[in-house]
């Protein structure tokens, strides 16, 4: 029986575990934090559950993009809750509001509405966006293959082209651009080199159906963790791995700090890839050239989350997100970037409760880089000083002030006026919980005109190390889940 030691257990770590206990692998996870999920994780504050990185999801529907591989990770019997299909995200631009609708057709002939110059333009993208991903899901093994019969995806267009440049191309009218990549807080759209099949595999899923969970994004890490022991494996919390053995080119202990060792005929790294080579203390095992070259990627930009508890029966639920740009555009990184300035765009997440009309705790997430939060970096959690709890709550009053306006509540008093907790998180937060560089949130950056190196293959220099997570090809969700199977393909060959 494999034995395979999968280090880190967020979503991609705990998916990769999954498919290999069902194939037979003895697997155990181990996990630095007292708690498992990475990004998955919620925490309670005041009674209330509030998530740190999972709002929602797209294409849980029967032949949509994430329907038969949730079935296969027994994830589709947790409490799934539709968005509203005909606003599953509310784009709001300079007081302006602009939907995006599920179904591809409904998508492009509701926006079509604000832009009807733009009809035919608005079908041939979604046309574009439904065969990119298609592409990309019916070919899970696409990037970096020996498979001569295999495309090369160096030149294919849906690679090489900007997601910007594509629209750009394909549109008009700028503000067009904007709206349709005013929910793009979920992939980053500030970096203008994204290319255009990332943009398309995470926009499908939701244009094919938008989805929240009747509690916290937990449960998937809570469930994922259940049938790894059912089927005998191990998830192990507070073992944070120190360094890997490597003899004739493989990996064959897992050593933890506090001494554990683990047996390995496989290992999978769910942590970022720099500090996955930083376990291997054998320099000779990776070359200079490819550490250098992991060290030098570009990370993507962190996520600043104000958690909102409000008075009960004050706000009733929304089922849809907002996105608001005041004087901004999603496609630059504007001052939401920057701790000096006034914030600039909210993307605004419902939790929603069945049985109630009423919401009791909302989020509220701006982009924010580590250079906003950089002075901190050195500091232990909770003795960051007064100055850190004021740069905090300055920037969640800029963000409850920018939602302000279009948050109705039920005696038509302020929204501001209905919060009773606030509790927030920067990227530093976000490096605690998930030990990811720079708190990025979404992993390295993918460029189009530099893919070859920017494009992470799950294989490593060494034989049985491999990759998973976000930083492998696609991020998000539906991207770390398929990558997921593309690690256990090569594990399992």
Not at 221 to 235: E, F, T, W
Not at 407 to 432: A, K, Q, Y
Request: proline letters at 3%.
């Amino acid at each position: 029986m494999m034995q395979v030691v999968v280090i880190g257990s967020g979503l991609g770590g705990l998916e990769t575990a999954y498919i290999l206990a069902k194939h037979g692998c003895k697997v155990c996870v181990l996990e630095k934090d007292n708690v498992f999920g990475g990004a998955l994780q919620s925490f309670r504050r005041a009674g209330i559950d509030f998530d740190t990185g999972f709002h929602y999801l797209g294409g849980l529907d029967p032949g949509q993009s994430l329907h038969d591989r949730f079935d296969y990770l027994n994830l589709l019997h947790l409490p799934w809750h539709r968005l509203d299909r005909d606003c599953f995200d509310k784009i709001i631009i300079n007081g302006k509001s602009y939907v995006h609708a599920n179904g591809h057709e409904q998508f492009a002939l509701s926006l079509a509405e604000s832009f009807p110059s733009e009809k035919e333009s608005l079908l041939k993208f979604v046309g574009l966006v439904r065969q990119a991903s298609e592409r990309i899901y019916h070919g899970a093994d696409l990037f970096h293959s020996s498979n001569p019969d295999q495309a090369d995806i160096y030149s294919d267009t849906f690679y090489t082209q900007s997601a910007y440049d594509v629209l750009r191309g394909l549109f008009k009218d700028s503000l067009l651009i904007d709206v349709i990549g005013g929910s793009g807080s979920k992939i980053d759209l500030t970096n203008r080199e994204l290319p255009f099949f990332v943009f398309a595999e995470i926009y499908n899923s939701f244009i094919e159906s938008a989805w929240r969970l009747d509690g916290p994004g937990s449960l998937i890490a809570d469930s994922l963790v259940a049938d790894i022991r059912k089927m005998g494996g191990q998830v192990i919390c507070g073992q944070k791995v120190e360094r890997l053995e490597v003899k004739d080119g493989k990996v064959t202990d897992v050593v933890t700090s506090d001494g554990n060792c683990y047996r390995a005929d496989v290992v999978v790294s769910d942590i970022a890839p720099s500090l996955t080579l930083n376990l291997v203390k054998d320099t000779a095992a990776i070359r200079g050239i490819y550490r250098r070259r992991i060290e030098n990627l570009e990370l993507s930009l962190g996520m600043f989350t104000a958690n909102l508890k409000l008075v009960p029966g004050k706000l009733k639920y929304q089922n849809s997100n907002l996105f608001i740009f005041n004087n901004s555009s999603p496609w630059t990184a504007g001052a939401a970037v920057n701790g000096a300035s006034v914030a600039d765009r909210v993307m605004v997440s419902f939790r929603y409760s069945s049985g109630s009309e009423f919401c009791d705790n909302v989020d509220l997430l701006a982009p924010m880089s580590w250079d906003v939060v950089r002075q901190w970096a050195d500091t232990k959690k909770g003795h960051r000083g007064q100055d850190y709890v004021e740069f905090k709550q300055r920037k969640a009053k800029e963000l409850i002030s920018l939602a302000d306006d279009y948050m109705e509540t039920v005696d038509h008093s302020r929204f501001s006026e209905c919060i009773e907790l606030v509790s927030c998180s920067t990227p530093i937060t976000w490096t605690g919980y998930t030990q990811t560089p720079d708190g990025s949130a979404f992993g390295i950056v993918k460029k189009c005109n530099d893919l070859a190196r920017t494009m992470l293959s799950v294989n490593t220099p060494i034989q049985n190390l491999f990759y998973t997570g976000q930083n492998v090809n696609l991020h998000g969700l539906m991207g770390v889940t398929m990558t997921a199977w593309q690690t256990c393909q090569r594990v399992l060959r």
